[in-house]
Structures are given as C-alpha cells and as structure tokens.
C-alpha cells in the first residue's frame, strides 16, 4: 500500500521565526552606516552584458538528440574548420549539448582578465553535468567580440537515473564555468571630463541621495548636487583635476559612510517559500483567520485473478481512499506594531507554515493593513 499525504505541517514557522528575528536583529543593533562604493556606481563604471553561442562536450548520453539540427549543423561545421569532412546524418550528439553562453562584465576591467561565464542549454539536452564548454567568442549589444569562454562546466548537483528511477539534484541545465572568459578586446568607456563626474545609486531614493549629497559636501566643500533620487552630481576641483589626483578624490569619496534610508519592503518567494521583511514593515491593526487542511490520500492495490484454467490474465488495479480533515480556524488579533518579532509571534500561534503566511501577507496587503511595498519574486 502506498500513502501520499499532503499537509501544512506546523514545524516550519521555526524557520521563519528565526529568519525575520535575524533580519530584525542585523538592521537594529548598528545604525547601518555603509561605504558610498557600496551603494552607489560611478560614472566612469558601467556593466557590459556578453552573449555568445558554443557547444558544451563530454557529456555522459546527456547531451541534445539528433532532432536537434542546430546542434548536429554546429558540429558538423567545427569539424570542417578543423579539417575534418562528416557527413552531417551520421553524426550522433547525445554527448554534445548546445548552449547560450551570457556574463556580465565591467567596462573597467581590461584586456586579458578573467572572468565567470553561465551556460544555458537550448536544446533538448538532459544535463550538462561533466561537460566542457568550448571556445566561445562573446560579443556585446554592439555586436563586437569583447570576450572569449571555455572551460569545465560546474552545476552543482547531480543527475542519476537508472531505468526508471531519476535522482535530481538541482537545475542541471544551466551551469557556470569559474573563470571560464578571458576578455580579449577594448571595452567601451562611457565619457567623462576632468570638471565633474555622477553617482548613480544602485537603489534610488530621495533620502539617501540628500544624505550623500550633505556628506560629501562637509567634508570637501559645496560641490555635489543632487540631480534626482538616483543620481549625484560632483563637480571635480581644479586642484584635483590632475588624473591620479581625481582618482584619488573619486576612491576617497567611496570610503565616505553613509546611513541609507531604505523603503519598508516584504519580498516573497513562492518557489522556495522564503519572507525577508525589511526594518520599517509596519502593520495596522487587523484580525487573522487561519485554518489548517489536511489531505491524506491512500492509495491500496488490488490483485483481480482469472478463473482456474481460463485465458484470463492478472489485472493489478489500485483502490484510493481521500480524507479531508479541516480544522478550526483560529483567529489572532494583530495590534499595530513595528517589531518583526512580534509579526512572528503572532503567526506561530497560529500555526502558519512559510506558504501559509505568504497568503496572510498577500491577504494584509489587500485590505491595506499591511504598510509595506510587497514584492513577489
């Protein structure tokens, strides 16, 4: 007899309770002050996204089937470059998968250094694990090759099936290769001039940039302007203008600390059921229902036998068996409240699972009592 059971269980609000106290404690014993470098990008820095198509070998079977042309027409032609001739309807490549290679790179690093790569099938492949990515050019939105990848896949799981039963061990069709890139090319700078440079902030606010903005201006003079809650106007002494003394200026006002002020936020991940509420959710005062459903579904197998000397056959079939047990819900009155310990609390006494207050926050959010942006990733 086999037993599938599917129950929100009331253990794993320990998780949770431990989560939201550790965020609770890591944003109230420190006042949070934080480098400029660390929450702001400079002008003279900018990311350059690289994509490039390659094939990954030495797979174990795992690799794209024969109807998958691109694959067979892209080893076919590596063969030909390579002096070989094949015939494009004999080649086999269950032990070569086609993938999109993408990284993302920045426009200060320079020619010869290394970087990590993420492959991604796009065939019909079953895993990549054990695979090396050949040589792949990369080239930017411009269409220009700045880069090149290859090495040995890492996935970081595993994939074992032995007739018909698979073992899986994390996503085993995208993969990374640490330090597989090697930029081979100039990547391009945005312009600049020696009179002023910009910081960007990679969370805009109008708080945070003002708090900057006021750092920076007491410690070296009247001389930035915010332009807007995501950008910081600096213009450049003349007595720093000097490129290893603006260098310097540029590294000495990365080093300035700051106290960013941050939205109140609660993101949600349905996939893993994981809440992180940041320091300033607050909840206004509301009641909360809550009752638990268990379904447990039984599964008997029934042996029909044929008659003594007939030309029946064996017939196995299975008998299911569902229970419902709906529990009584329990109510729990929130008072308003700025401590996510209390939020918690509150929810442990009532026995919420992660995917159960994933609910109560779409729930709270709904009828306003929740005073926070939720995001849903």
């Avoid at 920045?106 to 695979?131: C, E, H, I, P, R």
């Avoid at 201006?217 to 000097?242: C, E, F, Q, T, W």
């Avoid at 209390?342 to 009592?369: C, E, H, S, Y």
Wanted: charged share 20%.
């Amino acid at each position: 007899m086999s037993t599938t059971t599917i129950r929100t269980g009331r253990n794993w609000w320990r998780w949770v309770l431990v989560l939201i106290i550790l965020v609770t404690l890591s944003t109230s014993l420190h006042a949070g002050k934080v480098r400029v470098k660390d929450i702001c990008s400079f002008q003279n820095k900018q990311d350059v996204d690289l994509v490039g198509y390659g094939l990954i070998i030495g797979l174990d079977g795992t690799g794209d089937g024969t109807g998958t042309q691109f694959t067979v027409q892209s080893l076919v032609n590596m063969m030909e470059r390579m002096g070989l001739t094949v015939e494009a309807n004999k080649v086999k490549v269950k032990n070569v998968a086609a993938v999109i290679v993408t990284a993302r790179i920045s426009s200060q690093q320079t020619k010869g250094a290394y970087f990590d790569v993420t492959v991604s099938s796009v065939g019909d492949a079953s895993s990549l694990q054990g695979g090396t990515l050949l040589l792949t050019p990369l080239s930017g939105p411009d269409g220009i090759v700045y880069a090149v990848a290859q090495g040995p896949v890492s996935i970081g799981g595993f994939n074992v099936q032995v007739d018909d039963n698979k073992i899986v061990s994390n996503y085993t069709l995208v993969g990374r290769v640490p330090g597989g890139g090697k930029i081979t090319g100039a990547l391009p700078t945005p312009e600049e001039t020696s009179r002023e440079f910009y910081l960007s902030l990679h969370n805009p606010d109008p708080t945070t940039a003002h708090r900057i903005t006021e750092r920076i201006n007491i410690k070296y003079g009247l001389m930035a302007y915010p332009i807007d809650g995501g950008a910081i106007r600096i213009l450049v002494p003349d007595s720093l203008s000097h490129p290893t003394k603006r260098m310097k200026f540029i590294s000495d006002i990365g080093q300035l600390q700051v106290v960013p002020d941050n939205s109140a936020r609660v993101v949600i991940n349905e996939k893993t059921g994981t809440i992180v509420a940041g320091q300033h959710v607050t909840i206004e005062p509301v009641a909360v229902a809550h009752g638990t459903i268990t379904v447990d579904i039984r599964s008997t197998p029934v042996i029909s036998q044929p008659e003594p000397f007939s030309a029946g056959e064996t017939v196995v079939t299975s008998e299911s068996r569902i229970t419902v047990t709906d529990e009584k819900a329990r109510v729990v009155h929130l008072k308003r409240s700025v401590y996510l310990a209390d939020i918690a609390k509150a929810m442990n006494r009532i026995g919420a699972t992660p995917r159960d207050i994933i609910a109560i926050f779409q729930a709270l959010k709904q009828v306003g009592a929740l005073r926070a942006e939720l995001i849903i990733l």
